[in-house]
């Protein structure tokens, strides 16, 4: 860990849990290009003492940190208007990270907001699909395997008719039983100026290590992925979280991942200690250099998106159960199907798609469009990721 990064996990740990972490001498712009590359810039800004910063220094972050406060307060009203829109029109929803996560924080405008991610009834899709388009919002023509993309002006809204990141088999059956009282267990809170609907704390947990292990065995999670587990974590006592998540998390393989996670948060952001989460110290500081070194999606390594290809299938079917190689072709044929709806439809469609995407990555590289691909590279990091989430046991069976 280098010195920039110490001293922003320790901002951190001050902001969300009010610690007294020291701050050593250090390079503040580094420290801000950190910030910057793990989302977290306002969260950060907030904790650092008035008397550390120069002049010119404190300048440059504050209007970082004010930028992002003001995107956090435009997409909080995108969802509030959301909201108006959808119970007006009497259309069941809930919100997806964004505001729900926020919630948890002590200034919630201080979390870093992205896109508008709110999940809705399949029967409901026609009707809140038509709403949006009576607000101005067009359906962006990508294809997406568990949402379609509403955008107007800048403003996007992620209209989910199934959950990122559910596993295969046995284990995405039984979440799913999980998840059939969502709408019915969802509560209404104040945001900002208005309200918004959000899954109960059992279902927003359960959402967070499946959003984190989809994209951690992806491109990568950052500090504000750990942030949101670390600020929900702590919302419950010892007692009320083992009583909740343990032994339905035990039933699908997901314990592990929410000890180690905990683990993590209790070292490195100072969060309450817990007597349950208990991991080896060697496995919770790797993962912890896993998410500082890619950063919020992989922002400070590119490569991290073509090494995910070789891990799993997004550890859908938990990661290391078959060879790279078999794992790279599977995954490949996974991309095809999610962005080209005839090989969905039709198998022997796959060789085409091979060729046709491979040739595009291929002449993105030779534009400079995409980052040139260093195969041995791609290969060593991909193998040391794989070793690495193979000790999280994701939906692998968990004794007690």
Known sequence: MTNPQSV?????????????????????????SEASAQTVIALAHSAIPKDLLSGDEAARWEQKAVAAVGNSIRVTCQHEALHTWLTES??????????????????????????????VPKECLPAAGALLGKNGFEA????????????????SYEMHFDLPGMPKGRPGKVIRTYFSDIYEKAVTVKADQGEVIL??????????????????TGEGIGLRHLCDWAVFESSLSEEAFRETFEEKLRAVGLWTFARVLTRVCIRYLAAPERAWATCDAALADALA?????????????????????????????????????????????????????????HGILLPAGWVYFGCRRLFREWTGKRTKTEIGRTLKDASRRRDLYRELKLYEGEEE
Not at 101 to 113: G, K
Not at 199 to 216: D, E, Q, R, T, Y
Request: charged letters at 25%.
């Open 8 to 32: 922003l996990l320790g901002l951190l740990s001050r902001a969300l849990f009010g610690g007294e972490t020291e701050l050593p001498e250090t390079d503040w712009e580094v420290v801000l």
């Open 90 to 119: 009497e259309i069941p929803y809930v919100v997806l990270k964004g505001c729900s996560s926020a919630h948890y924080y002590p200034e919630p405008l201080l979390r870093a907001m992205g896109d508008v991610d709110f999940l």
């Open 140 to 155: 962006w023509k990508e294809e997406h395997g568990t949402h379609i993309v509403y955008r107007r002006s800048g403003v």
């Open 199 to 216: 899954p109960s704390l059992f279902h927003h947990g359960l959402i967070l290590l499946l959003h984190s292990c989809h994209h951690l």
């Open 289 to 345: 250099e896993d998410i500082l070194f890619g950063g919020n999606f992989g922002k400070k390594d590119s490569a991290r998106a073509m090494e995910s290809h070789l891990i799993s299938d997004r550890g859908k079917s938990g990661v290391g159960k078959t060879g790279m190689g078999t794992q790279f072709f599977r995954s490949v044929n996974e991309v095809i199907r999610s962005q080209w709806a005839p090989a969905r439809r």
